[in-house]
């Protein structure tokens, strides 16, 4: 018989939204807080929401939340009696678990053996594979006839250490590439090789598990829009899939369970080839960063059954509830997708959506009755954006009766969002669920590679109107009385130049005096209301408002929203600047990171498009490649170097035509 014991106390060893989202139920239940944190973290939403707080002394995770050894000191002393472990970090850890439980505190995960199973993904497949499930089988000497192959970590996932490759000639220096981002990532350097699937989809069964012997399998869920293998829109319950298919993949993932004694919340991954058979990927030992789509469609608190468990208590029946409508979640995050999602950093100035909701609803889903919007968020206007940790700012939930109904209401709340700062993927994400073949369930995890051309093209037309609003909105906030360029008589031509998101300089020439405006290079446009903040323009017959935004530290920065999108714009000087030019050749780091390695050294002929050094930041690597064929003729960049956001890595002097 097993225990049961009660938690007064819990600390989440973890920070941001997923820290929020564990305190929120804790909340409910009436179980106090205690949040742990970084130096940059430590007037973070999630600091201040906790009932006390202890310091990580540092900035970066190997020196905060990685060490297990200080968490469990802060729980100690904290006077917390349970630790969760949220999800990345150190939630997959084994030796953490026993460490915590070592300690006398209660852990709400699966047992520490249960973990260690699933720890190495290789291990893991010739473990399911004795059990029964399908498994896609690692390839020990890929041939020609294997391509393409995908090189993963076998101690992690979330994309690190993860490579596609296609020639064979590749793949050396892909397994060398791989093991070294796997070691600094998860302490272990062994990658493996399997079969890639480029229309495969990524499926994935949410388990519940109590110590009573019950194993629920809650659902389903499609993850396969995704992005340098990392998932970026998450639904359930998974779309399209035969009920046979459905029925199977539930009975996998519950073997999968049981095999190992699984207790807890935890996630069955799998690939579902087009032919309809599908083949365990990993077992996530964890609650997923998508489980807020599972809580959606069932009404279920997961973190209030992770509690539960732990606490010795059983599942509430034999079998989870049933789901119903449908739910699509979309992770925010700050990069830009134009430019191979390069991570952005800054002050959020504001983050405003259609639901600001923060707080479950008395039905526990966290999702507004009203709106059928939740959104959980590690960040709020003010916020600062640092390069120590993952570029995710928030995620985005809408439920509806149906899916198309819950991929629109999703569409329109991103649409209508107020987001003002870092660039963020939010107008990918708006075209992503919008886009034709995403409604028609054609999905695979090759999807925004395929569409990437739509997903990221320019708004010449938006961005145009934007730059003539902010134009208008920057005179109105100048003028006393009357607009500026307004006289008895014809005024002067009006310019102002900006740069749009993309890069391309737009400029505005108008006249404004008694009969209104007279927009140059937009003679179909008419001025209705012009405020510092408010422009309404008039086309046609249709009027459209545009809301405009300036913050004191970066006034150069403009930032105009409509119901349907918003743009930044950069405002430059009325006439260019000849000496502000830069060399072609020069190497500027495109964002705050590590150089983690190069790959050539002054003097090499280098090639377009070649890989010359590798930078990380937000826990991804970034390639900085050769703007065209030359010669290295500069390399500043060393493995180890901190470099700020435009520092000269290196200079290639390119070949004359």
Same mark, same amino acid.
């Given at each position: 018989m097993v225990s049961k014991i009660s938690i007064t106390n819990l600390l989440v060893a973890n920070r941001g939204e997923i820290a929020r989202r564990v305190f929120r139920t804790c909340r409910e239940l009436g179980i106090a807080t205690t949040a742990v944190h970084s130096d940059p973290d430590a007037?973070?939403?999630?600091? @201040?929401?906790?009932?006390?707080?202890?310091?990580?002394?540092?900035?970066?995770?190997?020196?905060?939340?990685?060490?297990?050894e200080l968490i469990v000191r802060a729980a100690l002393a904290a006077g917390a009696d349970a630790v969760h472990p949220g999800y990345g970090f150190l939630s997959e850890s084994a030796e953490f678990a026993r460490a915590v439980l070592d300690a006398g505190l209660v852990w709400v995960g699966p047992p520490p053996a249960a973990i260690a199973a699933m720890g190495s993904k290789t291990a893991a497949k010739r473990l399911m594979a004795e059990a029964g499930v399908p498994v896609l089988g690692a390839l020990a000497e890929p041939t020609e006839a294997d391509l393409p192959v995908l090189v993963k970590a076998a101690a992690g996932g979330g994309g690190r250490g993860m490579r596609v490759v296609r020639r064979l000639a590749d793949l050396p220096a892909e397994l060398a590439a791989a093991r070294a981002e796997a070691a600094k990532a998860f302490g272990s350097d062994e990658v493996f090789c399997e079969r890639y699937l480029p229309t495969g989809r990524h499926v994935e069964v949410q388990l519940l598990a109590d110590t009573h012997g019950t194993v629920w399998a809650v659902g389903d869920r499609d993850c396969s829009l995704q992005r340098r293998h990392q998932k970026v829109v998450?639904?359930?319950?998974?779309?399209?899939?035969?009920?046979?298919?459905?029925?199977?993949?539930?009975?996998?993932?519950?073997n999968a369970a049981r095999a190992i004694g699984y207790v807890g919340a935890g996630t069955a991954e799998f690939l579902l080839a087009e032919d309809g058979r599908f083949y365990f990927l990993e077992m996530n030992t964890r609650l997923q960063v998508e489980h807020p789509v599972t809580e959606a469609v069932t009404g279920l608190d997961l973190v209030a059954l992770q509690l539960a468990v732990a606490e010795g208590e059983r599942l509430p029946g034999p079998t989870p509830p049933p789901t119903t409508g449908h739910a699509i979640e979309a992770r925010?995050?700050?990069?830009?997708?134009?430019?191979?999602?390069?991570?952005?950093?800054?002050?959020?100035?504001?983050?405003?959506?259609?639901?600001?909701?923060?707080?479950?609803?008395?039905?526990?889903?966290?999702?507004?009755?009203?709106?059928?919007?939740?959104?959980?968020?590690?960040?709020?206007?003010?916020?600062?954006?640092?390069?120590?940790?993952?570029?995710?700012?928030?995620?985005?939930?809408?439920?509806?009766?149906?899916?198309?109904?819950?991929?629109?209401?999703?569409?329109?709340?991103?649409? @209508?969002?107020?987001?003002?700062?870092?660039?963020?993927?939010?107008?990918?994400?708006?075209?992503?669920?919008?886009h034709p073949a995403f409604l028609a369930e054609r999905l695979h995890t090759g999807f925004l590679t395929e569409h990437a051309v739509e997903l990221t093209a320019p708004d010449g037309k938006?961005?145009?109107?934007?730059?003539?609003?902010?134009?208008?909105?920057?005179?109105?906030?100048?003028r006393?009385?009357?607009?500026?360029?307004?006289?008895?008589?014809?005024?002067?031509?009006?310019?102002? @130049?900006?740069?749009?998101?993309?890069?391309?300089?737009?400029?505005?020439?108008?006249?404004?005096?008694?009969?209104?405006?007279?927009?140059?290079?937009?003679?179909?446009?008419?001025?209705?209301?012009?405020?510092?903040?408010?422009?309404?323009?008039?086309?046609?017959?249709?009027?459209?408002?545009?809301?405009?935004?300036?913050?004191?530290? @970066?006034?150069?920065?403009?930032?105009?929203?409509t119901p349907t999108g918003g743009t930044a714009l950069t405002a430059l000087p009325r006439f260019p600047d000849p000496t502000a030019q830069t060399d072609p050749g020069a190497l500027l780091a495109p964002m705050p990171g590590t150089v983690l390695r190069t790959t050539v050294a002054v003097g090499d002929a280098v090639t377009a498009g070649q890989s010359l050094l590798v930078l990380e930041a937000m826990k991804?690597?970034?390639?900085?490649?050769?703007?065209?064929?030359?010669?290295?003729?500069?390399?500043?960049?060393?493995?180890?170097?901190?470099?700020?956001?435009?520092?000269?890595?290196?200079?290639?002097?390119?070949?004359?035509?």
């Amino acid at each position: 018989m097993v225990s049961k014991i009660s938690i007064t106390n819990l600390l989440v060893a973890n920070r941001g939204e997923i820290a929020r989202r564990v305190f929120r139920t804790c909340r409910e239940l009436g179980i106090a807080t205690t949040a742990v944190h970084s130096d940059p973290d430590a007037t973070a939403p999630h600091v @201040r929401e906790a009932d006390a707080a202890v310091r990580l002394p540092g900035a970066a995770p190997a020196d905060t939340y990685l060490r297990g050894e200080l968490i469990v000191r802060a729980a100690l002393a904290a006077g917390a009696d349970a630790v969760h472990p949220g999800y990345g970090f150190l939630s997959e850890s084994a030796e953490f678990a026993r460490a915590v439980l070592d300690a006398g505190l209660v852990w709400v995960g699966p047992p520490p053996a249960a973990i260690a199973a699933m720890g190495s993904k290789t291990a893991a497949k010739r473990l399911m594979a004795e059990a029964g499930v399908p498994v896609l089988g690692a390839l020990a000497e890929p041939t020609e006839a294997d391509l393409p192959v995908l090189v993963k970590a076998a101690a992690g996932g979330g994309g690190r250490g993860m490579r596609v490759v296609r020639r064979l000639a590749d793949l050396p220096a892909e397994l060398a590439a791989a093991r070294a981002e796997a070691a600094k990532a998860f302490g272990s350097d062994e990658v493996f090789c399997e079969r890639y699937l480029p229309t495969g989809r990524h499926v994935e069964v949410q388990l519940l598990a109590d110590t009573h012997g019950t194993v629920w399998a809650v659902g389903d869920r499609d993850c396969s829009l995704q992005r340098r293998h990392q998932k970026v829109v998450e639904e359930a319950p998974a779309p399209g899939l035969p009920a046979e298919v459905r029925a199977e993949l539930h009975a996998a993932a519950v073997n999968a369970a049981r095999a190992i004694g699984y207790v807890g919340a935890g996630t069955a991954e799998f690939l579902l080839a087009e032919d309809g058979r599908f083949y365990f990927l990993e077992m996530n030992t964890r609650l997923q960063v998508e489980h807020p789509v599972t809580e959606a469609v069932t009404g279920l608190d997961l973190v209030a059954l992770q509690l539960a468990v732990a606490e010795g208590e059983r599942l509430p029946g034999p079998t989870p509830p049933p789901t119903t409508g449908h739910a699509i979640e979309a992770r925010l995050y700050a990069e830009d997708p134009a430019k191979d999602w390069q991570p952005a950093t800054g002050t959020l100035y504001r983050l405003e959506l259609a639901t600001d909701h923060q707080e479950f609803t008395s039905t526990g889903t966290g999702v507004r009755a009203d709106t059928g919007l939740r959104l959980d968020s590690g960040v709020e206007s003010g916020s600062e954006i640092t390069p120590h940790y993952d570029a995710m700012l928030a995620k985005v939930i809408a439920w509806a009766p149906t899916r198309a109904a819950a991929a629109r209401r999703l569409a329109d709340a991103l649409a @209508r969002a107020r987001i003002h700062g870092p660039s963020t993927n939010r107008e990918l994400l708006v075209r992503a669920l919008r886009h034709p073949a995403f409604l028609a369930e054609r999905l695979h995890t090759g999807f925004l590679t395929e569409h990437a051309v739509e997903l990221t093209a320019p708004d010449g037309k938006g961005a145009g109107r934007a730059a003539l609003a902010a134009a208008l909105a920057d005179a109105a906030a100048r003028r006393t009385a009357l607009p500026s360029g307004w006289r008895n008589l014809p005024s002067q031509s009006q310019l102002k @130049r900006y740069r749009a998101p993309d890069g391309t300089e737009l400029e505005v020439r108008y006249r404004t005096n008694r009969a209104g405006l007279l927009a140059e290079d937009h003679p179909d446009v008419e001025l209705v209301e012009a405020t510092a903040e408010l422009v309404v323009l008039r086309e046609g017959e249709v009027r459209r408002p545009y809301r405009v935004a300036r913050y004191g530290d @970066r006034a150069d920065q403009v930032y105009v929203d409509t119901p349907t999108g918003g743009t930044a714009l950069t405002a430059l000087p009325r006439f260019p600047d000849p000496t502000a030019q830069t060399d072609p050749g020069a190497l500027l780091a495109p964002m705050p990171g590590t150089v983690l390695r190069t790959t050539v050294a002054v003097g090499d002929a280098v090639t377009a498009g070649q890989s010359l050094l590798v930078l990380e930041a937000m826990k991804m690597e970034h390639r900085v490649t050769a703007p065209a064929d030359g010669v290295l003729v500069e390399l500043l960049a060393t493995p180890g170097r901190q470099v700020e956001l435009g520092t000269l890595l290196a200079v290639v002097q390119t070949t004359e035509a």
